[in-house]
């Protein structure tokens, strides 16, 4: 039952990443790119090349290996941060701001009516980051210095997954592919929350995959722990732990053996809510914030109602964000609203949903650029574009890098339908997929969930080679 469920939920995947890889090669053909298109096809050959020589990398030179790959994408991200001089705009202002009226000692910016009591999920970061600037001073470089050192760690922590996957060889392909990775680059310069949250749920994962891999009971559930505690933390940063949660929790009652499926994920569920509850009390009892942090200003019914508008695109529009104003944060009132509102969007125009969920999967997946470039340099430097002499050239290297690693993804998933740690990587992207379905998109929101094509990609690349027929392939080998 549970391979023949593996394998449907992984064909699933395929189906989806097939639409996704057409959508991004439509994307290219339509702006007028399609020349692009033959570069995606050398840079999935170069990909191909350096993972050839990485599969074939004597054992003794992985730590060297791995140093070099360190060093070479902690070296492009300082450059980055250096020489693109990002300004921070919208939301990552906001908290900007926010977190260096914190740091003075007023705590207004929390208020009832606050913009974070409309959207709470970001309080923590700005919490954080006000904390940093009372210690070291309200610089900008702070953040972004952060940011490099998180985005960094997670070229590590790719190898340790890439590694309990398979072998320091694999893990030496996935860090490759995430030094090198354009979005978690880009990103360094912004003033994300995801950068903070992104070591943090990558290394849930990795305990997870432990987990698994765990012969003792005791071991599995002292690694499911962990690995809820790292979500939450995550989670705290950016708001995706319920998203995890779910797929994590699937992906162990379909692949954990018999006898500790329940209590593994009563393990991993009593941690992420112990750490996320502890914190949310921490913040509610010291009066920093008068609200809690999954309890904001807005109804989260709001969110379906943005993410149903078929003249948006599912995405953020005045219109509907202007019901707050309207009823000055009366919540009762504003649910009957949005009720009023959500119901004939989707019982008198049904015909119009279908095409309503392609443009979403669009937006949230069809670019590869996860709006990183966006952020940092189009809309991040305030001056004209014509003035940005290689932004067309980052949008385009993003987008060539971007479909070659899907074109690898596909061929880990026909490779590997049957595999369960592959299952977990798809359970992970399918559900930001159904949720976001659902609720408000924007591009930067499946960031938090885009290194799985890193891995997934890094998997194909190492399959192709041959590298898991030449030899024990770990977790991997486990086809059939």
């Not at 097939?18 to 790119?33: D, E, K, N, P």
């Not at 009652?253 to 914190?279: D, N, P, Q, R």
């Not at 019901?323 to 009366?330: C, S």
Request: proline share 4%; net charge neutral.
């Amino acid at each position: 039952m549970e391979k023949q469920l593996t394998k449907w939920l992984n064909s699933i995947m395929i189906v989806f990443l097939g639409v996704v890889t057409l959508m991004a090669i439509g994307s290219m053909t339509t702006t007028g790119q399609s020349v692009c298109l033959w570069w995606a096809v050398c840079a999935a050959v170069l990909l191909f090349g350096v993972g050839v020589m990485l599969c074939r990398l004597p054992k003794h030179h992985t730590l060297l290996a791995l140093s070099v790959i360190f060093l070479c994408g902690l070296f492009l991200r300082i450059i980055w941060i250096s020489r693109i001089p990002t300004v921070p705009q919208s939301d990552y202002k906001s908290m900007l701001d926010a977190a260096a009226e914190f740091a003075r000692g007023k705590t207004d910016v929390f208020a009832f009516g606050s913009y974070f009591h409309r959207f709470p999920h970001l309080t923590f970061y700005v919490v954080t980051v006000g904390l940093l600037f009372r210690l070291f001073g309200e610089t900008l470089w702070i953040v972004k210095g952060l940011n490099v050192a998180f985005s960094a760690s997670c070229i590590l922590i790719a190898y340790m997954i890439g590694k309990e996957l398979g072998f320091k060889r694999l893990g030496l392909l996935f860090s490759l592919l995430t030094a090198i990775f354009p979005p978690l680059i880009c990103y360094t310069s912004v003033a994300a929350t995801e950068l903070f949250a992104m070591p943090f749920l990558m290394l849930s994962l990795l305990f997870l995959i432990k987990a698994y891999r765990a012969d003792k009971l005791s071991r599995k559930l002292l690694y499911c722990a962990l690995s809820g505690l790292l979500l939450s933390i995550g989670s705290l940063y950016r708001m995706v732990g319920p998203l995890y949660l779910a797929a994590y929790g699937l992906s162990v009652l379909i692949i954990f053996t018999k006898g500790c499926k329940w209590k593994s994920l009563l393990a991993l569920l009593l941690a992420y809510f112990a750490l996320f509850y502890a914190v949310d009390g921490t913040l509610f009892a010291s009066g920093t914030t008068p609200y809690h942090l999954n309890d904001g200003g807005t109804p989260f019914s709001l969110f379906f109602l943005i993410g149903f508008n078929p003249e948006s695109n599912g995405m953020f529009n005045e219109e509907d964000h202007q019901i707050y104003f309207d009823y000055a944060g009366d919540r009762e009132a504003m649910k009957q609203e949005i009720k009023a509102r959500l119901v004939p969007r989707i019982t008198e125009h049904p015909a119009q949903l279908i095409p309503l969920f392609f443009k979403k999967t669009f937006v949230l997946w069809g670019d590869g650029d996860f709006a990183s470039n966006y952020w940092a340099y189009d809309q991040g430097i305030p001056e004209p574009s014509d003035t940005k002499p290689h932004l067309m050239l980052i949008y385009n290297l993003n987008r060539i890098f971007y479909i070659a690693l899907l074109l690898f993804c596909l061929a880990a998933l026909v490779q590997y339908r049957q595999n369960p740690l592959v299952l977990v990587l798809s359970l992970m992207v399918l559900g930001f997929e159904g949720a976001y379905m659902l609720l408000e998109v924007q591009p930067r929101y499946t960031f938090s969930i885009a290194y799985m094509f890193v891995f997934l990609g890094a998997i194909g690349i190492a399959s192709l080679t041959g590298f898991f027929q030449s030899e024990d392939g770990g977790l991997l080998s486990e086809v059939e």
